[in-house]
């Protein structure tokens, strides 16, 4: 698996600047500093195109990006085919959330169902979040 090196996040100025001192000098570096509470300065520099990014290469001790096969390898072959078949059993039913898939198995509520709730709880370490059950239960929330 090739994994491109560039990684972005969008930030929205009006968000960042609740949370964090943010200056800008158009004239002297053309660039934001956002300066974070635990004294870390963040500059953000404009490529060729005007979208001002920070160049985190050089920038040691920062996780962007957790895969499948980093969080699969804490597992055993057998702890990763059972988190799959969890997975795969909450997509058939319906996409509940977790907490209400270890209800329905610890309750028996699923007939002769070879998943335990250790298999559930791997596969949210393993594959994040259930993508289907956040579709359709989350909000938007309005811009102020």
Not at 27 to 52: Q, Y
Not at 63 to 92: M, P
Not at 125 to 140: A, E
Request: aromatic content about 10%.
């Amino acid at each position: 698996m090739v994994l491109s090196k560039w990684y972005a996040n969008i930030l929205s100025l009006s968000n960042v600047r609740k949370k964090c001192k943010v200056m800008y000098d158009s004239t002297l570096n053309e660039c934001f500093l956002v300066h974070k509470a635990d004294s870390m300065t963040w500059v953000f520099r404009p490529s060729k195109k005007g979208i001002f990014f920070s160049d985190v290469q050089d920038k040691a001790g920062h996780v962007f990006v957790n895969t499948v096969a980093k969080n699969k390898s804490k597992y055993t072959i057998k702890e990763y085919s059972d988190a799959v078949c969890a997975r795969s059993l909450q997509d058939i039913i319906g996409h509940p959330t977790t907490a209400d898939f270890i209800t329905y198995i610890e309750n028996n509520m699923i007939p002769n169902c070879p998943v335990t709730k250790g298999d559930i709880l791997c596969a949210k370490d393993i594959f994040g979040k259930d993508i289907g059950s956040l579709q359709g239960k989350t909000t938007r929330k309005k811009m102020s």
